[in-house]
């Protein structure tokens, strides 16, 4: 493997703790009931910090707009899928329709 795809494996794998760490937050966010909850909302901050620190480190190793989209993407699908599967959520079949089309983008991102 030669060097700039190990960096660029590196940098992805960076945007995908980001994300986890993003969509953590998130969820976080949600539990702590708009921080009546503090220490959900505090551990919620926490993980939005060490999101942000993850993704600096990520953006050493790749473009800025590519790191940012697909941080953002898989945000948004696991932010989706966290509140469907842990507080009941409800999707309009749009919005899974939406998610298939950003897995599909996301795809055609990372083969870039």
Avoid at 79 to 102: D, E, I, V, Y
């Amino acid at each position: 493997m030669d060097t700039l795809t190990s960096l660029f494996s590196a940098g992805l794998l960076l945007v995908m703790l980001a994300a986890v760490l993003d969509v953590t937050a998130n969820l976080l966010l949600a539990k702590s009931e708009g921080f009546r909850i503090r220490r959900y909302g505090l551990l919620a901050l926490v993980a939005v910090g060490l999101a942000f620190t993850s993704l600096s480190y990520a953006v050493r190793t790749m473009d800025l707009a590519v790191a940012y989209a697909m941080w953002g993407g898989f945000g948004i699908l696991g932010t989706s899928l966290g509140g469907w599967m842990l507080f009941g959520q409800r999707l309009k079949a749009s919005a899974w329709a939406g998610m298939a089309l950003l897995v599909f983008g996301l795809s055609i991102l990372h083969a870039s």
